[in-house]
């Protein structure tokens, strides 16, 4: 793509902000390249794609590392094997045509500012190299990769504990798990877990697993339910520190009521092939450990030049500018931002990657038609929640809304946590596609296993 300083304007009657450097080729509409299809990217870039690739008024890029959209929330569940992850696969490159933007695989690897080119990393599939590492230019960037947990440096965590931050180390944990209990029916033997973290991912997978054995009873091994030792060991006080008092207590008792052992103000300080060491010299004995603590920006930033938080997040304006930056956005878990007046950042949590998506959805066209500064991002709090799997559920549900503020359980805690997802699939496919796809579902279980075992 060639560029003229002089010029301003963008192809098709867009205009780039004139208090910006002039980027554009006459003919061409700008180019936004959003980068991470997850919870935020992904609704984003459908979105844009209607309002303006569809018109060719900016050309809309979408990269992601990964083939195929799961909505994150929901890996847990994957890892667990209670829910048939095939089913809740969204193709990037099937949505990309559908909705009027393209999609290219690839890896982030490094942001030149100043040419406004990103560097993509070589890739590979099933060990095989199929891209060299390429180049793309941008007129506006907008980063949404997304977080992982932060091992801290811990020795051991890294060789031999599992993540469960994306698809492919979901699907990991889930074969070793399977084996796991395989051997037990075959075998005897108890399967031991542990696993470090009592935020929600941490709390949502002990009491998936707990289904996913209290299923697997069902297919002829009657004692193995009582052959799980699942740990859930947690630094802090309480679980679910994020969280009020009423929903951890009510989560903490709970998870013991389905034999998992939580507990509380205890330090992990090394992993090893057979156990977490705690400080003080004791030994958790785990085969599968999983590492659910802690959050970290997905990628590095680190050469970029841009000004990142402690836990390598890119710190952006109220406008979702990166600071000091006029074409780089960042939003969701791989972005920090301090409210007015709010001494910590944002949580990262799905409902503000979305609301963040969401405001660049309605402000990002003015912007690039007429320079309108992108107004001031707020946060509106509706609430959190915490499934243990189809147990139980508990939460708050925010300032906004119609019963502000209040604790849930039961019953309707699970429908508002279900209808999360349902909601996500709403955004990205439209009532009729949605409605399709839940029907699907419903057909599907009606007709396969209800866990993953083999
Ligand atoms: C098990 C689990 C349960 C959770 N439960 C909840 C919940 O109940 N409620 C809630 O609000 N939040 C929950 N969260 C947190 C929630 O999933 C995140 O806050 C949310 O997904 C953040 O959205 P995002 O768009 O910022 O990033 P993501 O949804 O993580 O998307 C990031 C995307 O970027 C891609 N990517 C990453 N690095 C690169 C790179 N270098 N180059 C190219 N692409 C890249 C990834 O493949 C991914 O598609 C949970 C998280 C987990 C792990």
Same mark, same amino acid.
């Given at each position: 793509m060639a560029y003229h300083r002089e010029s301003i304007k963008a192809g098709h009657g867009m205009q780039l902000p004139a208090t910006r450097p002039p980027v554009m080729n006459e003919q061409m509409a700008p180019r936004i390249v959003v980068v991470g299809g997850g919870v935020g990217g992904l609704i984003l870039a459908s979105r844009l794609g209607h309002s303006?690739?569809?018109?060719?008024?900016?050309? &809309? %890029?979408? !990269?992601?590392?990964?083939?195929?959209?799961?909505?994150?929330? =929901?890996?847990?569940? /994957?890892?667990?094997?209670?829910?048939?992850?095939?089913? $809740? $696969?969204?193709?990037?490159?099937?949505?990309?045509?559908?909705?009027?933007?393209?999609? =290219?695989?690839?890896?982030?690897?490094?942001?030149?500012?100043?040419?406004?080119? &990103?560097?993509?990393?070589? =890739?590979?599939?099933?060990?095989?190299?199929?891209?060299?590492?390429?180049?793309?230019?941008?007129?506006? *960037?907008?980063?949404?990769?997304?977080?992982?947990?932060?091992? /801290?440096?811990?020795?051991?965590?890294?060789?031999?504990?599992?993540?469960?931050? %994306?698809?492919?180390?979901?699907?990991?944990?889930?074969?070793?798990?399977?084996?796991?209990?395989?051997?037990?029916?075959? $075998?005897?033997?108890?399967?031991? &877990?542990? !696993?470090?973290?009592?935020?929600?991912?941490?709390?949502?997978?002990?009491?998936?697993?707990?289904?996913m054995v209290e299923l697997a009873e069902g297919y002829g091994e009657a004692d193995i339910r009582r052959r799980l030792r699942l740990t859930l060991l947690e630094t802090a006080p309480r679980i679910l520190g994020a969280f009020p008092e009423a929903v951890s207590a009510g989560a903490t008792s709970g998870l013991r009521a389905l034999g998992v052992d939580v507990r509380t103000g205890v330090k992990v300080v090394a992993a090893d092939a057979q156990s977490f060491l705690l400080d003080g010299?004791?030994?958790?004995?785990?085969?599968?450990?999983?590492?659910?603590?802690?959050?970290?920006?997905?990628? %590095? /930033?680190?050469?970029?030049?841009?000004?990142?938080?402690?836990?390598?997040? !890119?710190?952006?304006?109220?406008?979702?500018?990166?600071?000091?930056?006029q074409r780089i956005f960042a939003l969701g878990d791989c972005a920090s931002l301090v409210p007015k007046g709010v001494e910590r950042p944002l949580p990262s949590t799905a409902q503000v990657a979305n609301q963040q998506a969401l405001h660049l959805v309605r402000h990002l066209?003015?912007? *690039?038609?007429?320079?309108?500064?992108?107004?001031?991002?707020?946060?509106?709090?509706?609430?959190? #929640?915490?499934?243990?799997?189809?147990?139980?559920?508990?939460?708050?549900?925010?300032?906004?809304?119609?019963?502000?503020?209040?604790?849930?359980?039961?019953? /309707?805690?699970?429908? %508002?946590?279900?209808? #999360?997802?349902r909601q996500h699939q709403l955004s990205l496919h439209g009532p009729f596609r949605a409605a399709l796809l839940w029907l699907a579902e419903r057909i599907n279980a009606l007709v396969q296993p209800r866990i993953r075992i083999s």
């Open positions: 303006l690739g569809r018109r060719r008024l900016a050309r &809309i %890029s979408l !990269i992601d590392r990964s083939w195929i959209h799961v909505w994150k929330p =929901m890996l847990h569940t /994957f890892a667990a094997g209670t829910w048939n992850i095939y089913e $809740q $696969q969204v193709q990037y490159a099937a949505h990309a045509h559908k909705h009027h933007f393209e999609y =290219m695989p690839g890896q982030l690897d490094a942001i030149d500012r100043t040419t406004r080119r &990103i560097r993509l990393a070589p =890739m590979q599939v099933a060990g095989e190299l199929v891209a060299n590492a390429r180049e793309l230019e941008y007129d506006v *960037l907008i980063l949404a990769i997304g977080s992982r947990a932060n091992d /801290f440096g811990i020795p051991g965590v890294v060789e031999h504990c599992h993540f469960i931050d %994306s698809q492919d180390q979901a699907d990991a944990f889930n074969a070793r798990l399977r084996a796991h209990v395989v051997r037990s029916f075959a $075998q005897g033997g108890n399967v031991e &877990i542990a !696993i470090v973290g009592g935020g929600a991912t941490g709390v949502e997978l002990a009491a998936e697993l707990s289904r010299g004791e030994r958790v004995p785990a085969a599968l450990k999983v590492w659910a603590a802690g959050i970290r920006a997905s990628g %590095s /930033f680190d050469e970029s030049g841009l000004e990142l938080s402690r836990a390598g997040q !890119i710190v952006v304006g109220p406008n979702l500018l990166a600071k000091g930056e066209p003015a912007w *690039l038609r007429s320079g309108k500064p992108v107004p001031p991002f707020r946060f509106r709090d509706f609430g959190a #929640l915490v499934a243990l799997s189809e147990y139980n559920a508990f939460g708050t549900l925010g300032r906004f809304g119609f019963f502000k503020g209040g604790f849930i359980k039961g019953r /309707f805690a699970q429908l %508002s946590h279900a209808v #999360l997802y």
